[in-house]
């Protein structure tokens, strides 16, 4: 048994064991520390020890944030996760800082981020944040929020005293309703394609049948088809990215494009290919090699390329404009109301759940909807 207040007790194994709070979390949650020793004496002394170390660094630790820019203290970071994380995720970071934390937030002092001024940062950023003043979409706001918090999570695992607890912090964001091509607009799709089968007009209908993403279809290479198992091979994504210019060999260029693997490692899988999709597949491929899209080893078609293609496409087929991962919202859907085991369907799009596939792609249709509210009919007993 301990004496009172000192947190010292005899264990089993016949040590002594002494307990002091060496740091506290942003809610004043303490953070125990342990020493050890084979007396009570020689407990109390390391105790006592530990508890002063523990104390003289926490108060130059508070010193030290007091006297550094938030700013600063993100440099640190930065340089801390860049060869840990990829290399669109850290651009993202970047991108993230430079538009909207550092401008608002970089010059004050660490002790100054308290919740009282986040909240109205968030707050700020939500009815005029942006280049046109004219305010943020929640998702943006809930990203960068979420980059703060990691940042005040990297400072925390370093035992500086944090002015508030990001996590109490929240933004409140409402589902957007995701584009799904009715039967009509996707067979009218379908049958302008058919009419001119050009690479580009064949790489759509291979997103509408497969699910992929823009990304992956235009770093899709002929070497991931395989026609006679009817099957193509996602396992890498083609992005444009902001730069500084620093890695650009054109001076001054804000961009580049990559090609890389994707966000994830379900998002690499094996997709069979249906036999229809197969067929047109052949009478385009002749004797191409490279990339998918060209034909060719040196060039490409990247995806804001792609992107202005589909929505010309869409013009000229008279269908109501839409984003080019409507063609992904409508494959999930399909499948859905085909009838599709849903672990499959979430294995085909590469999500990590079943509940990813349920919760965020498929919609059912209204007939779908309306098949299955007349099989209530039968129950109606009314005469």
């Not at 990297?154 to 091509?181: H, N, S, W």
Request: net charge positive; aromatic share 8%.
């Amino acid at each position: 048994m301990s004496k009172r207040g000192e947190n010292i007790y005899k264990r089993k194994d016949g040590r002594w064991e002494g307990r002091y709070i060496k740091a506290r979390t942003a809610a004043g949650k303490a953070i125990y520390g342990y020493v050890y020793a084979p007396s009570y004496k020689e407990t109390r002394a390391k105790l006592q020890n530990a508890a002063r170390t523990a104390h003289t660094l926490t108060a130059v630790r508070l010193k030290t944030a007091q006297q550094i820019h938030f700013c600063t203290l993100t440099e640190e970071w930065f340089c801390y996760i860049k060869p840990r994380i990829k290399e669109s995720t850290y651009q993202k970071y970047r991108n993230l800082w430079n538009s909207y934390i550092c401008p608002e937030l970089g010059e004050m002092y660490f002790p100054e981020l308290t919740q009282e001024v986040l909240q109205a940062y968030c707050g700020t950023l939500l009815t005029s944040g942006g280049r046109k003043g004219k305010g943020l979409s929640a998702k943006t706001v809930s990203d960068t929020l979420s980059l703060i918090h990691s940042i005040f999570r990297y400072y925390a695992g370093r035992k500086y005293p944090l002015p508030c607890d990001t996590r109490t912090i929240t933004v409140r964001q409402c589902a957007k309703e995701m584009r799904v091509f009715s039967m009509n607009e996707q067979k009218i799709l379908c049958g302008h394609i058919a009419s001119d089968l050009c690479i580009r007009n064949v790489g759509i209908l291979v997103c509408l049948f497969t699910g992929i993403r823009i990304g992956e279809v235009c770093a899709l290479r002929w070497d991931d088809i395989s026609l006679t198992e009817r099957t193509l091979h996602i396992h890498q994504t083609m992005q444009r990215l902001q730069t500084d210019g620093t890695t650009m060999q054109e001076e001054g260029a804000r961009t580049k494009v990559i090609v890389t693997t994707p966000k994830s490692r379900c998002s690499i899988r094996t997709i069979p290919i249906p036999e229809e999709l197969v067929r047109i597949l052949e009478t385009v491929k002749g004797s191409a090699c490279g990339y998918f899209l060209t034909g060719s080893e040196e060039k490409w078609v990247e995806p804001r390329t792609m992107q202005n293609h589909f929505k010309r496409l869409l013009k000229s087929c008279n269908i109501e404009d839409a984003n080019y991962h409507a063609l992904r919202h409508t494959f999930a859907t399909r499948c859905v109301e085909l009838g599709f085991d849903v672990k499959s369907l979430s294995e085909i799009l590469g999500h990590a759940n079943v509940n990813i596939t349920l919760n965020r792609y498929v919609h059912p249709s209204m007939q779908l909807k309306q098949s299955n509210m007349q099989k209530l009919s039968q129950m109606i007993y009314v005469k």
